[in-house]
């Protein structure tokens, strides 16, 4: 992948290859093959760094990509496969630049595909008639750009509405929602899947696991459509099912369990087929108002759990999701959600569950006049600044991605600059479990040496089951801060080779698809 660096040139540098001779701290792992063959050479002592929150080794830095009703991609219907793949790169080439390395993208909006799919029909965003073919698949393209530019692809699923239409007789004859019409439930002018059919959990499950089979996503995404909210149609009829199958329980205590067991079963038929695939939801951002529940948040908004029976506590408490990605949607010091009162409050709901917290901010309101904190260039970015005083919140998502294009007051660049200033590697997680790959090496993989530098580019053999690999200037001899955070970090590149902008030592490191890091060569280029 070009990294956009100039190059020097060739006579100004004297190139020096070494092998590993830094310290990369606990956590690393290299072959014993690996360890026997390797030769050092001689080194200062280094001291560690104390990590800088400025530069988190580890963060997740993504952005929403809805196609539903065309609001980022495609920008309209009917475009060709050419436009589209265009207006997606675009997408994708902003986000690398600013540093991101994790994209969600929506690829089933209303039980439509944006992918080959003999369970459900085409999606209409695509050509604007539902059900007809585009003429290409875009997923495998979708991911593939992904990955070229170090970004993680995660598919956004909406697993329960069923159509913006709520006429049956318009849908395409494939349609799930007409062949089993039993399974639907009209609420204002759409149609919803009845969460609590255990057929429709079965279709659900089937659709995601169908996905996960047969391409290489990297994450299962689902956001805060559970239930429809409330004010839109009236009463959701689903009387019927609750008779049948409610069991003694309360009729929103039965919502709740249908929404959990839902997600514990598409959480388990995710990992029993790929491991290493992650699966995390996007809560509406308040779970309860401490006014009806002393452990909920001291806001006064619409309440999650009693509205849209959706349960993120209980997600993170089961274990039952790698990641909860609340929408925060309100600036610091909105009465009724104040983003100062809810980012602590979610950092507190997942501390010590293994259960990673990134937070959904809501880009598309910047600018906006109903409020004044939105027309400050800065609000996004002291989001952001608040964050780092929690140890509990690993990254941010930003909504959505016609505005990371349009970037509204110059935020995005201002976010760009205070915080994304280096890359940074994906957060770890425990359970999806990986293996650091074998350092980058020369004619056998298990072998520590072979990094080298081609004039003033860094080079090395590729290293299997490495997805990509961090490349490091290391600073003056006697500090060790590569371990620690990202400071030195210059670059997550998918090709074995790097285009260096000064002379010094550069470490490099190979990394699994889910960044797990193997410890570092060293190449030192040296001025002439």
């Not at 019927?240 to 959990?260: E, I, M, P, Q």
């Not at 309100?330 to 950092?347: C, H, I, N, T, V």
Request: charged letters at 20%.
């Amino acid at each position: 992948m070009p990294t956009g660096r100039p190059l020097l040139a060739a006579a100004a540098l004297a190139v020096v290859t070494t092998t590993a001779a830094y310290a990369f701290g606990p956590g690393t792992t290299e072959s014993p093959a690996a360890s026997e063959k390797k030769t050092t050479t001689a080194a200062a002592p280094v001291t560690a760094c104390k990590a800088d929150a400025r530069y988190p080794k580890r963060q997740l830095r993504g952005v929403w990509i809805a196609t539903v009703k065309n609001i980022d991609w495609p920008s309209r219907t009917g475009l060709s496969a050419e436009r589209q793949k265009a207006e997606y790169i675009k997408i994708l080439d902003s986000a690398a630049q600013r540093n991101f390395n994790a994209v969600f993208v929506q690829v089933r909006p209303a039980s439509d595909a944006l992918y080959k799919s003999s369970l459900e029909p085409w999606s209409q965003f695509l050509t604007g008639t539902a059900g007809k073919d585009p003429g290409w698949d875009p997923l495998p393209f979708l991911i593939e750009e992904a990955h070229k530019r170090g970004l993680e692809f995660h598919a956004w699923f909406n697993p329960y509405r069923a159509s913006y239409d709520a006429d049956v007789a318009k849908l395409p004859a494939n349609h799930p929602a007409r062949q089993h019409r039993d399974w639907t439930v009209k609420y204002g002018d759409r149609l919803y899947f009845n969460p609590g059919l255990p057929q429709v959990r079965e279709h659900v499950v089937k659709v995601i696991t169908d996905v996960v089979d047969r391409y290489d996503v990297d994450g299962v995404h689902f956001d805060d459509y559970f239930y429809p909210y409330p004010g839109e149609g009236g009463q959701f009829n689903d009387q019927a099912a609750f008779t049948k199958y409610g069991k003694g329980k309360s009729l929103a205590d039965w919502r709740r369990n249908n929404v959990n067991t839902l997600v514990a079963e598409v959480d388990q038929a995710i990992h029993e087929r790929k491991n290493h695939v992650k699966f995390g939801i996007s809560p509406f951002g308040i779970w309860r108002n401490k006014s009806n529940d002393p452990s909920g948040s001291n806001t006064n908004g619409m309440s999650a759990y009693d509205s849209i029976y959706a349960d993120a506590k209980a997600w993170i408490k089961s274990g039952t999701v790698d990641y909860v990605m609340p929408q925060l949607y309100w600036p610091r010091g909105f009465k009724a959600a104040d983003y100062q009162e809810l980012m602590p409050w979610w950092s507190s709901a997942v501390k010590g569950s293994g259960v990673h917290l990134y937070i959904g901010q809501a880009l598309y309101r910047v600018g906006a006049t109903d409020d004044k904190a939105w027309t400050k260039p800065g609000e996004m970015s002291a989001h952001l600044t608040l964050n780092r005083k929690h140890n509990q919140v690993d990254g941010d998502v930003y909504f959505s991605a016609k505005q990371l294009l349009t970037n509204p007051l110059g935020a995005m660049d201002r976010v760009a600059k205070e915080h994304y200033g280096r890359p940074a590697l994906l957060p770890l997680m425990k359970d999806r479990g990986g293996q650091a790959p074998a350092q980058p090496a020369g004619a056998k993989a298990a072998q520590p040496a072979g990094a080298k530098a081609a004039g003033s580019t860094l080079s090395w053999t590729p290293s299997a089951g490495a997805r990509a690999y961090a490349v490091y200037q290391a600073p003056k001899p006697g500090e060790d801060c590569q371990p620690t955070d990202a400071r030195n970090l210059v670059a997550v590149v998918s090709d074995p080779s790097y285009a260096t902008t000064a002379p010094g030592t550069y470490l490099i490191t190979s990394l699994d698809r889910l960044h797990n890091e193997s410890k570092p060569v060293t190449v030192k280029v040296d001025p002439v």
